[in-house]
């Protein structure tokens, strides 16, 4: 008879208090002692030896958006103790937004690589990754490369939107504009021609942007290629093509 009342007792033991709820990327919570209702604050609760909370421990939720950043919280469940404990939830409790944002879709043309916000809000912080859902945490940077030539280079640069109440807000982000004009990298590292030079009755036009400057359509220049001198001109849609109409490759 005495081993069953001691195996009773542990099972009443085990269910008397109540485990902390878990946080997740939407929201946190704490405890507090439960006082008159459920809208009135207590003390803080204090986990048992065995880390839960007792009967009578009121949780709060706190909603991680930054767009709930300064609610209080509510309160959603308190800690009943009937036959074992176990958190009963109150009615009509809003959940909390989720403030992650999607990843940006990617193509041929253009990537995106993001990054966390660094420590002191200012700038990049390190690469970082989705979570486990595919999506990223409110805060998280992105900043987008374009991977053709020609390109606008303000998209290269310190450019980047953030991800706020889970959309990306633009900061600096121009879209690639790869019907700009013709780029010279371009010329010389993809269509391998070399040693350019500009015609001296018809001089090249520029399109200039903070960081980069591009030729403009019906831009002429001169190129090697292989040796050999090449009449060039930059046609609309941003393509270098020869004197006869033919796209440019130095093969």
């Given at each position: 008879m005495?081993l069953?009342f ?6 009443e033991?085990?269910?008397s208090s109540?485990?902390?709820?878990p946080d ?5 919570y704490?405890?507090y002692?439960?006082?008159e209702n459920r ?10 030896t065995?880390g839960?909370y ?7 939720a706190?909603?991680k958006?930054?767009?709930k ?6 309160f959603?469940a ?5 036959r074992?404990?176990?958190?009963m939830?109150?009615r009509?409790?809003?959940?909390c937004?989720?403030?992650?944002c ?9 990537s ?6 660094a420590a ?5 912080g390190?690469l ?8 990223y945490?409110?805060?998280t ?6 991977n053709e030539l020609?390109?606008?280079s ?5 450019t980047?939107?953030?991800c706020?109440?889970s959309?990306w807000k ?17 010329l ?17 036009k520029?399109s200039?942007?903070?960081t980069?400057?591009h030729?403009?359509?019906g ?9 050999e001198s ?5 046609a ?7 004197a ?6 130095c093969?």
């Amino acid at each position: 008879m005495l081993l069953l009342f001691v195996a009773i007792g542990l099972v009443e033991a085990v269910g008397s208090s109540c485990l902390p709820l878990p946080d997740n990327e939407t929201v946190w919570y704490e405890y507090y002692e439960y006082v008159e209702n459920r809208h009135t604050v207590g003390e803080a609760a204090t986990k048992d030896t065995s880390g839960n909370y007792p009967p009578q421990t009121h949780a709060r939720a706190h909603c991680k958006a930054l767009s709930k950043k300064a609610d209080p919280g509510v309160f959603v469940a308190i800690c009943y103790q009937r036959r074992g404990s176990q958190w009963m939830y109150y009615r009509n409790i809003t959940a909390c937004p989720d403030p992650r944002c999607e990843p940006l879709k990617k193509s041929v043309s253009v990537s995106y690589e993001y990054y966390t916000k660094a420590a002191e809000g200012k700038g990049m912080g390190t690469l970082t990754n989705p979570d486990g859902s595919g999506k990223y945490p409110e805060q998280t940077l992105v900043r987008r490369y374009c991977n053709e030539l020609p390109r606008n280079s303000l998209a290269q640069a310190e450019t980047y939107a953030e991800c706020l109440d889970s959309e990306w807000k633009l900061k600096n982000l121009p879209d690639c504009r790869f019907a700009a004009g013709c780029d010279e990298e371009y010329l010389l590292e993809k269509l391998m021609f070399s040693d350019i030079s500009y015609w001296v009755n018809q001089p090249a036009k520029f399109s200039e942007d903070n960081t980069y400057r591009h030729y403009r359509p019906g831009s002429r220049v001169t190129a090697k290629c292989k040796g050999e001198s090449v009449k060039l001109t930059c046609a609309d849609g941003g393509h270098w093509v020869t004197a006869d109409g033919r796209k440019a490759l130095c093969e």
